[in-house]
C-alpha cells in the first residue's frame, strides 16, 4: 500500500540547534515533493518545492533534500527560533496519471524553547 | 487581501442536514481543491477543479457535491451529514495544477453533532 510517514509526531529541539525533519515515502514514484508549514487552527503555507531531478534546495535557514533512491526527503531548519515552532507537512505528488494530486503525510509537530 | 477565502468558518450542525461550504481565490489560479483533515491532522484531497471542469475526485461518498461556477468559486455541498464527516475542510488553489504550490483557505471547521 501506499504510504508517506514522518518520523516521530513531535520533535522539540533548543533554540539555535539545527532541526531535521523526515519524510518517507512507500509506492510512489513523486515528481516532486512539498513541504508546508502549518500553525494551530490555520491552513498550510508552501515553504519549498523540490523535483526528483534535483538533489537540494534551499531558501534563507531552510533546506530540503531528495533521495528517489532511498525514497526519502529530509527538511533542515537551522538556527531555529521558538518562531518555527509548527507543524510541518510533507506532501508529494502521485506521479504518472496522478501528478497535480498532493499527498499528505501527517506532520510532524516541531518545538523550539529558548 | 485574503488570497483564498472560505465561508463560514465554522459550521455545528446536526447529522443528517445538508450544509455547504464556499470558497473564493482572488489569485487567478486556474486549479481549486477541497482537502479534508481530520481529528489525527491527516490532510486528504477530495476534489480538484480546472477552470470549472472536475478532474480529481477521490473517492469520496456521493454525498459530497463540488460545484464551481467560475474558475475563482468552488463551493462544497454535503447532503445527510454523518458524524464521521467532522473534521476541517480546507480549500485551496493552484496556478495550473501540476507541479505547483498550492495557496490554502483558513479552513472550516465543521462539526456533525
Known amino acids: 500500500s501506499q504510504k508517506i510517514e514522518q518520523n516521530s509526531e513531535a520533535l522539540n529541539i533548543q533554540e539555535g540547534k539545527t532541526a531535521t525533519l523526515t519524510c518517507n515515502y512507500t509506492?510512489?514514484?513523486?515528481?516532486?515533493l512539498q513541504w508546508y508549514r502549518q500553525d494551530p487552527g490555520r491552513g498550510p503555507v508552501f515553504l519549498l518545492l523540490?523535483?526528483?531531478?534535483?538533489k537540494e534546495k534551499r531558501k534563507e535557514r531552510l533546506k530540503v533534500t531528495f533521495d528517489t533512491t532511498l525514497k526519502q526527503s529530509l527538511f533542515h531548519i537551522t538556527a531555529s527560533q521558538p518562531a518555527d515552532s509548527a507543524t510541518y507537512l510533507c506532501?508529494?505528488?502521485?506521479?504518472?496519471?496522478?501528478?497535480?494530486?498532493?499527498?499528505f503525510g501527517r506532520g510532524t509537530q516541531l518545538t523550539v524553547w529558548p | 487581501d485574503t488570497a483564498v477565502s472560505q465561508t463560514p468558518k465554522y459550521l455545528v450542525t446536526q447529522m443528517g442536514n445538508d450544509k455547504s461550504i464556499k470558497c473564493e481565490q482572488n489569485?487567478?489560479?486556474?486549479?481549486m481543491y477541497w482537502y479534508k483533515q481530520d481529528s489525527k491532522k491527516f490532510l486528504k484531497i477530495m476534489f480538484s477543479?480546472?477552470?470549472?471542469?472536475?478532474?480529481i475526485n477521490e473517492t469520496v461518498p456521493n454525498r459530497f457535491s463540488p460545484k464551481s461556477p467560475d474558475k475563482a468559486h468552488l463551493n462544497l455541498h454535503i447532503n445527510s451529514l454523518e458524524l464521521g464527516d467532522s473534521a476541517v475542510y480546507f480549500c485551496?488553489?493552484?496556478?495550473?495544477?501540476?507541479?505547483?504550490?498550492?495557496?490554502f483557505g483558513p479552513g472550516t471547521r465543521l462539526t456533525v453533532l
Open positions: 523540490i523535483r526528483e531531478n534535483e
Open positions: 485551496a488553489s493552484s496556478p495550473s495544477g501540476s507541479a505547483d504550490t498550492q495557496y
Open positions: 489569485l487567478g489560479h486556474d486549479t
Open positions: 506532501a508529494l505528488d502521485g506521479g504518472g496519471s496522478t501528478l497535480g494530486r498532493l499527498y
Open positions: 477543479y480546472n477552470n470549472k471542469e472536475l478532474i
Open positions: 509506492n510512489y514514484s513523486p515528481a516532486y
